[in-house]
């Protein structure tokens, strides 16, 4: 969902917004804040991230099978974008989608990757009703209006309601969401699919989803979050 300039315009002038980051009146994410964020250090390992000196594949996931192509973090999970992030998903910051979707534009320009078909990584039926919008579709929206591809929030489900993340080790994130989507059968074959979310930790919600969507025709499922979190392993 991109609120129309026209309405925030009113809007804004009518409650001039504070920034979710440092909390100064006057705009949603001060350009200060928007300094402060510190990009992931390239060249990063494509199936977790973690940067690395030579573009590639970093030793703990040459041990690992994984279903989907690559993915890239824009940011260090941390300081005043993690309170954005907050904003963004908590507190109906809806406008806060539109400033960080830009970041991750910019980002995959860079990448030039094959897509087809953007998908939010999807809420419960239960997590949708209860917070009344999706997050990671504030993001992903405004990426395929800009480079014109197809946005699709009904071929992937959430059919699992997990348990939060945030206390979980690696092992126990994996096991927490599995099998938690279904994937529609692609109504074309070989649709590349860019998965969007706000923040990838150990990778163990992109994974499953990514299982989902390849287990019904889909191929070369790439993903992009916002955020990168480090996690003890």
């Keep these: 969902m991109s609120i ?3 309405v925030r315009s009113v809007i ?9 980051g440092c909390g100064q009146e006057g705009e949603i994410f001060c350009s200060e804040c928007l300094a402060s964020i510190i990009p992931i250090k390239q ?3 494509r199936y977790c991230s973690l940067s690395i000196a030579k573009a590639g594949i ?12 690559e993915i890239v973090s824009y940011a260090v999970y941390a300081g005043n974008l993690r309170s954005g992030i907050h904003a963004l998903k908590y507190q109906n910051n809806f406008w806060l989608g539109d400033v960080f979707s830009n970041l991750l534009i910019r980002l995959l320009e860079d990448k030039n990757w094959p897509i087809d078909v953007v998908m939010p990584i999807p809420l419960s039926e239960e997590r949708l009703q209860q917070r009344g919008y999706n997050q990671a579709a504030l993001l992903s929206s405004p990426i395929a209006k800009h480079f014109s591809w197809k946005h699709d929030q009904r071929s992937l489900v959430r059919v699992k309601e997990n348990h939060s993340q945030v206390a979980l080790t690696r092992e126990q994130r994996f096991e927490n969401v ?15 699919v860019l998965l969007v979310d706000d923040v990838f930790t150990t990778g163990a919600t992109i994974t499953e989803a990514a299982k989902a969507l390849t ?6 499922i790439y993903a992009i979050t916002l955020a990168k979190a480090s996690i003890d392993y």
């Design 178 to 192: 599995k099998s938690a989507f279904l994937a529609e059968p692609a109504k074309q074959s070989n649709l590349s």
């Design 215 to 220: 287990a019904v025709g889909f191929i070369n």
């Design 4 to 6: 129309p300039k026209l």
């Design 43 to 45: 060249p990063t390992c």
């Design 12 to 20: 804004d002038w009518a409650f001039p917004p504070a920034c979710a």
């Design 58 to 69: 970093c030793t703990r996931c040459l041990e690992v099978d994984h279903p989907y192509t």
